[in-house]
């Protein structure tokens, strides 16, 4: 069986950065450490750092109570009002948000205070987009995910509309919904804020998948880039599966196949994508 791994498979470079300061600080001997939600949509990940003390903070009332410690602000990022709760209570921050998160923040900051309605192009839900949100007007910001949401958006915009997106958006629905809305005659500035390390593990994958006879796209279940990157390759490849760790994979499903292609999200650990690779290779 030949194996086509992706180059791009794994940790991006927002991601392995705030991992490893998580690390950095766990090795400094620095105590107690806390992050804000989940450093990485990874459950191995997140189990090895709870081993070794990490805390995991999900809601603001707990960010309230905290007195003492480190806080951790995973690549992500948060509104501005975590900050202003972490530095109000006087705790030692590390901030691991990604450079191209704080850029659309300081975007949506920006174009917010020059009184223009802000679109984000995203998953409402998603950690990222809630921390951009909290950067801009919320009265004058609207998330848009789908076709119909960007149909129904209609505003009075007389100091213009600035569109950016979720990172980890896909950048062809991105254009599509970016149409769609340029369509209603708004005076609008629309910023790709797509990261190249999301387009490039894209495209690396339909490319695979549409070369193989299987495809495994390994990532954490809640990871909504590694959701995306399977519904990109099964498109391209009907046997395609969503595995997060070697566990889930059933090697009677590539008995008889030829070409497997390997990829996998932004938050899967090298060790997880080594040892995949490694089971399939020596299965056949
Ligand atoms: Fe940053 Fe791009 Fe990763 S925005 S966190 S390098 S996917």
New binding site residues.
């Given amino acids: 069986m030949h194996i086509k791994l992706a180059k791009t498979a794994g940790f ?4 392995k ?2 991992v490893d300061k998580v690390y950095e600080q766990i090795e400094k001997g620095v105590k107690p450490i806390y992050t804000f939600g989940p450093i990485i949509h990874n459950e191995e990940v997140v189990k090895d750092l709870m081993e070794k003390g990490v805390k995991v903070i999900d809601n603001i009332n707990d960010l309230e109570n905290l007195k003492h410690g480190t806080v951790i602000i995973r ?2 990022g948060v509104s501005k009002e975590i900050y202003d709760i972490i530095n109000r209570n006087h705790i030692n921050c590390i901030d691991a948000t ?4 704080l850029k659309i923040h300081k975007i949506v900051k920006e174009e917010s205070e020059k009184n223009k309605k802000i679109i984000i192009i995203g998953n409402d839900k998603h950690p990222e987009v809630e921390g951009i949100k909290g950067w801009s007007d919320l009265s004058n910001t609207t998330v848009i995910e789908s076709v119909k949401e960007a149909e129904k958006y209609s505003v009075e915009a007389p100091n213009g509309v600035c569109i950016v997106s979720q ?2 958006f896909n950048y062809n629905k991105f254009k599509e919904l970016v149409e769609i809305i340029e369509k209603k005659g708004y005076d609008i500035i629309a910023l790709n804020t797509i ?4 387009e490039e593990r894209q495209a690396e994958a339909k490319q695979i998948a549409s070369e193989v006879d299987a495809m495994i796209v390994i990532g954490g279940r809640n990871s909504s ?1 590694t959701q995306k990157l399977f519904e990109i390759c099964k498109k391209e490849c009907e046997n395609t599966y969503y595995i997060q760790t070697l566990v889930d994979l059933d090697l009677n499903d590539f008995q008889s196949v030829g070409n497997v292609g390997i990829t996998a999200g ?1 938050s899967t650990p090298n060790k997880i994508i080594e040892e995949v690779q490694k089971n399939v290779r020596n299965e056949f």
């Fill in positions: 991006c470079f927002g991601v950065r705030a690549s992500h990604c450079p191209f998160v990172t980890t990261c190249n390390a999301t880039n932004a």
